[in-house]
């Protein structure tokens, strides 16, 4: 399984950003090599960051691994704009529900996060994106660049200018565009409350020790205005955290609307919750398209052939 470029994280800013493609660039984290798979979309939850390389369409300026375009098998809003990220926020299904319900459903759908830049490789120029996913009750909680010191080390070692934003060139149509009444993006109001999760993921140095850093080392040499100063700084490979499916509440939901829950049996219902989806997705789901060969059929049968 492919997994992400590293977990329980939030971006605050575009130089918490070059941090983690500084990372990427330095082998200590790893980059999305290829489209994400079902089982890899549906491991996508908040502090998910994932990096990746575009690929063009004609394959000239590109690696032959890169990605043309970014898919994660979720409908998305309207983009906003903050600062030099792109926000999306995940579009759900309408139904019927009170103030209450609809708070506790709405506040754990995600948010991504996007950011894109321009590096020069050995290889050539390259685009590389940044995709973020949070929740407005889980931002306060994910952890930070800062709070990791193997990657905290990295920012000062980043040469200036290396990471070069790709949105420049359209700065001028953002603003006309936001002059028309486009509102930037407000970051959502995180709820106070439990410590960061830990569930999803902690600290590097807390989860896996480094056992070795340059044959015996104990701790991180400070940090040196040179890139190349620590070359042998290498993170243990990150795991995934436990499966945790979101908070949905099943008996919550089945309590205050048990209509949604009403064509299912109560006994499949208490034995499959897992594996049973809320009618309130499946009734959004567009009908499967009709076989070529049943069209073939009614037309005829419309031409009077049959």
Request: charged share 25%.
């Amino acid at each position: 399984m492919q997994l992400p470029t590293c977990t329980g994280l939030r971006i605050r800013s575009m130089s918490d950003a070059h941090v983690i493609f500084h990372a990427v660039t330095l082998g200590i984290l790893p980059i999305v090599s290829r489209r994400l798979d079902i089982e890899e979309r549906r491991y996508i939850h908040s502090g998910c960051v994932c990096v990746w390389e575009e690929r063009s369409a004609s394959g000239e300026g590109s690696s032959a691994t890169g990605i043309e375009r970014w898919t994660d098998g979720r409908r998305w809003g309207p983009s906003r704009v903050r600062d030099e990220f792109l926000y999306y926020q995940e579009k759900l299904p309408e139904f019927e529900a009170d103030e209450e319900l609809s708070a506790l459903i709405f506040g754990s759908r995600l948010i991504k996060q996007t950011y894109s830049v321009f590096v020069d490789t050995p290889t050539g120029r390259r685009k590389w994106h940044l995709v973020a996913y949070f929740t407005g009750e889980t931002l306060e909680r994910l952890h930070t660049v800062d709070d990791i010191p193997e990657l905290a080390a990295i920012r000062p070692t980043i040469p200036p200018g290396k990471y070069t934003t790709a949105r420049l060139a359209r700065q001028r149509s953002t603003r006309q565009a936001d002059s028309t009444g486009s509102p930037p993006f407000v970051l959502p109001e995180a709820k106070s409350g439990p410590p960061p999760l830990s569930s999803l993921s902690a600290p590097f140095a807390a989860r896996h020790p480094l056992h070795s850093i340059g044959q015996g080392q104990g701790n991180l040499p400070s940090p040196s205005p040179s890139p190349q100063a620590r070359p042998d700084l290498r993170l243990p490979a990150l795991k995934p955290p436990p499966w945790c499916r979101p908070p949905w509440l099943e008996d919550e939901l089945a309590a205050r609307q048990p209509d949604l829950h009403g064509a299912q049996h109560a006994n499949l219902r208490r034995n499959h919750t897992i594996d049973l989806a809320p009618l309130i997705y499946l009734r959004k789901r567009p009908y499967p398209p009709r076989d070529v060969a049943d069209d073939d059929i009614l037309q005829k049968f419309d031409c009077g052939i049959v």
